[in-house]
Nanobody, 122 residues
């Protein structure tokens, strides 16, 4: 069982930066891949980035490649999403999720946080 809590969201001007954190409970956090997903207003949930259990492999959506960086510190049971050069279209509720496999599909992740709002104003 894994419980996830996101933090770090907020309001930022376009071009600014935020760092999201996903804190996990449980001693075996390092065996889980972790993904970040987002749901813009009125739209479906979409993949943002994912990282393998030991942090060796990462995936990014094309829309955030070069601007966002996912990382993890297993000693702290935390995964981070550094978001730079934010655009208004990045505005969404951001969720972290944990699962057994590194994947871009939300259905592969069985544990989800409650979400944190990110708003990039123009």
């Amino acid at each position: 069982q894994v419980q996830l809590v996101e933090s770090g969201g907020g309001l930022v001007q376009a071009g600014g930066s935020l760092r999201l954190s996903c804190a996990a409970s449980g001693r075996t956090f390092s065996i889980y891949a972790v993904g970040w997903f987002r749901q813009p207003p009125g739209k479906e949930r979409e993949f943002v980035a994912a990282i393998s259990g030991r942090g060796v492999s990462t995936y990014y959506a094309d829309s955030v490649k070069g601007r966002f960086t996912i990382s993890r510190d297993n000693a702290k049971n935390t995964v981070y999403l550094q978001m730079n050069s934010l655009k208004p279209e990045d505005t969404a509720v951001y969720y972290c999720a944990a699962g057994p496999y590194l994947s871009t599909g939300h259905h592969e992740y069985g544990y989800w946080g409650q979400g944190t709002q990110v708003t990039a104003s123009s």
